[in-house]
C-alpha cells in the first residue's frame, strides 16, 4: 500500500535552502520516492498561513518513506535547511489507502 510524505515548508535563507532541496530528490529517487507535488500554486483553505511550501511524496509503502526521511543521507541534507533557520519544515508521514 503507497504512503505519502506530506510536508510543509518556510524558506528563510533561499541560498542554504536551496542547498537542501538540490540533495533531496535524488534521495528520494533511492528510496522508491516520487514526487506528486512540489512548490506551484496553491490556496491555504484553513488554518496558519505560516507556510509558503508544501510537497507531497509517495512511496511504495510507509517503511520506505520512514527509511528514507531517517537516512544518513536525508538527515546530512537536512542539515543545510536546520542550520541556521534556513527553513522551517512540518513533516508527516501517512499512510494511503488499499486500491
Known sequence: M???W???A???????????????????????GKVLARGGTYEIMEG???FHRFVIIEFPNFEA??????SEA??????FR???????VETVMLDGLAS
Open 6 to 8: 506530506m510536508a510543509r
Open 48 to 50: 496558519p498561513e505560516h
Open 2 to 4: 503507497p504512503a505519502y
Open 65 to 70: 518513506g520512514v527509511n528514507c526521511f531517517k
Open 82 to 88: 536546520r542550520a541556521g533557520g534556513a527553513g522551517e
Open 10 to 32: 518556510r524558506v528563510n535563507d533561499p541560498v542554504e535552502y536551496k542547498k537542501y532541496a538540490d540533495l533531496v530528490p535524488g534521495i528520494i529517487a533511492d528510496h522508491g
Open 74 to 79: 536525508y538527515q546530512n541534507a537536512a542539515s
